[in-house]
Each structure stands twice: as structure tokens, then as C-alpha cells.
């Protein structure tokens, strides 16, 4: 009588033994490091957090400053003519900005990460790459910041958005030199060389990436300055040159270094230029201007 016995397979699947090689598990998109030029976000996405936080920055402002203005005309009967250059209302408009940059990074953080799922330092590339230090980064800030200044200086230009809210008070000059120098830099970077370059790459390729972030970004800040063709140039060569560097290096953190620097310089200069015209008279003629001209295109 015939025993019918099992049959062996001839290969196995590979055991889960220690020290032993099996086949690669697939990587988990919400927890594996993520690609900061091939990032898990898509164009339409990334120009949904554009909008975002354009809306916040325009809209916050405006929101907080219709109460104030109800206030001038309806209690004290006022006229809605000089409200423009009325110093407290460009003081709470544009302490509102902090508000808006503040709720423009949770917006940020909780796009990239989906709200806690994915890491978001590593979606930025934020580290120092080997091809672009800090001291390259700080150097060509410099650079910038002089050529500007030096082309406001010979080519001047009308009073800036910018001249005009710095110029109403003292305590808007502060206030606009620490949005220049702690939040302005950090959000913008993250917004424009962050979240909306890594999108536009990843659909359209570097060299539309560059252009159109270095379009959107000049365009936003052409609003400020429209009337001074020079500060727009300056604007633009900016805007170019950080998108550039960001391409360079496939890194966040040397255009944040070179954004920062740029404003940070300018914002000292703010801070004490009220104060260095008054106890150097004498030198304010000779040194006014080109100090007024490095500090005319914080962005």
C-alpha cells in the first residue's frame, strides 16, 4: 500500500533570522526621510499654502485695523481722508503681521508633517550642505545688500510703502525691524523656497521652479515698492539669487541664512538710525542717505 507523503516546495520563504538579509520592506512615506527636491506634496497643494499664507498676511492686517478705524470716524468724527498716514492705525496693522507670519507657520508645519505624521525638518533639507557653507551664504548676503544700497543711493527713487510706515513712528520702526529680522526671513523661506519650490519642481522641473518662485516672491514684495523702480530691482535680483542658491544646494537652511542676513543688517539700521542722525549731526549729511538707502527693501 502506496504512503502518500507531503511534498516539499523547493524554495522556502526566507525566515526572519537574526543577522540574515531577507527582501526590502517598502518604505513608509509618512515616516522614512523625505526627498526636500522630491517632496510628498504636489503643485496644486503647494500653491494652496502660497494662498494661505498671502490671505493671512494681507487679510489679518486689514481684519484687526476696521475696528480702529470705526472707532476714528463713528466716536470721534473723524474723516476717512489721512487714515492711510494715520501712525496708530500702520502701528496695528503692522503689528498684526506677527500674528499672520505666526499662524502661517502652524499652517506650514501642519501641511508638511499632516499634523504630526511626517517630519518636517528633513522635508526642507535643513543642514548645511557641503557645496554651500554659512560663510557663503553670509558673504553673498552682503553683497546683495551693498549693490542695492549703492543702487537706491545714485538711482533714488520715490518714498517706498516701507519708508512710509518706518517714517509714521518709532514704534512701528521697531516693530517692523523685528519682523524683518526673527519672522519675516523663517516664513517666507518656508513658504517660497520651501513648501512651493519643492512642488513645482517635482511637476515641472528645476528651471520652472526657479522662475516661478523667484516671480512670486518679487511680485508679492513689487506691491510694496511699486513706486520705486530701483528698490524693484533690487527685489528681483534678490529673489532670483536666493531661489538659485536654494536650487544649488537642494537646502533650505543657506537661503534662510542669506534671507535673514539681508534683513537682519537692514533691521539693525532701522533700530538705530533715529538715534545716530541726532547725535552726529554734523556726519548726517554725508552718511544720511546711504544709510537710509541699505535699509529700503526689507523683505
Known amino acids: 500500500m502506496a504512503t502518500n507523503y507531503p511534498t516539499i516546495p ?5 525566515a526572519n533570522v537574526p ?12 515616516t522614512s526621510p523625505p526627498d526636500p527636491d522630491n517632496p510628498p506634496w504636489g503643485l496644486l497643494q503647494a500653491f494652496l499654502v502660497w494662498l494661505i499664507s498671502f490671505a493671512l498676511v494681507l487679510l489679518l ?6 475696528p480702529y478705524v470705526v472707532y476714528k470716524i463713528a466716536v470721534q468724527g473723524g474723516s476717512p481722508q489721512g487714515l492711510e498716514t494715520d501712525p496708530t492705525l500702520i502701528f496695528i496693522s503692522i503689528l498684526a503681521t506677527l500674528p499672520a507670519h505666526l499662524l502661517t507657520i502652524v499652517a506650514v508645519w501642519a501641511f508638511v508633517t499632516r499634523l504630526g505624521k511626517r517630519p518636517f525638518w528633513q522635508a526642507f533639507g ?5 557645496n554651500f557653507g554659512p560663510f557663503r551664504a553670509i558673504g553673498l548676503a552682503v553683497l546683495l545688500l551693498g549693490f542695492g544700497a549703492l543702487m537706491t543711493w545714485l538711482y533714488g527713487g ?26 519675516g526671513p523663517f516664513v517666507e523661506e518656508l513658504v517660497y523656497r520651501g513648501v512651493v519650490y519643492s512642488g513645482v519642481r517635482k511637476a515641472l522641473g528645476t528651471n520652472w521652479a526657479i522662475a516661478i518662485v523667484s516671480i512670486l516672491f518679487a511680485g508679492v514684495h513689487v506691491l510694496q ?6 528698490v524693484i530691482a ?21 537661503s534662510y541664512i542669506m534671507h535673514l542676513t539681508f534683513n537682519g543688517i537692514q ?14 549731526p554734523e556726519a548726517a549729511p554725508a552718511i544720511g542717505p546711504f544709510i537710509h538707502s541699505l535699509a529700503r527693501f526689507i523683505t
Open 10 to 14: 523547493d524554495s522556502l520563504p526566507a
Open 19 to 30: 543577522g540574515q538579509s531577507g527582501p526590502p520592506t517598502p518604505a513608509d512615506p509618512l
Open 61 to 66: 492686517p486689514l481684519a484687526v485695523g476696521i
Open 126 to 130: 535643513w543642514q548645511w550642505p557641503k
Open 158 to 183: 520715490s518714498e517706498t510703502q516701507l519708508d512710509m510706515i518706518v517714517n509714521s513712528s518709532l514704534k512701528a520702526r521697531f516693530v517692523t525691524a523685528f519682523l524683518a529680522a526673527v519672522t
Open 225 to 230: 515698492y511699486f513706486k520705486n523702480p530701483s
Open 234 to 254: 533690487v527685489i528681483v535680483l534678490l529673489s532670483i539669487s536666493l531661489t538659485l542658491v536654494r536650487a544649488h544646494s537642494r537646502s533650505l537652511m543657506p
Open 267 to 280: 533691521a539693525m539700521i532701522l533700530v538705530v538710525q533715529p538715534f545716530v542722525g541726532k547725535s552726529t
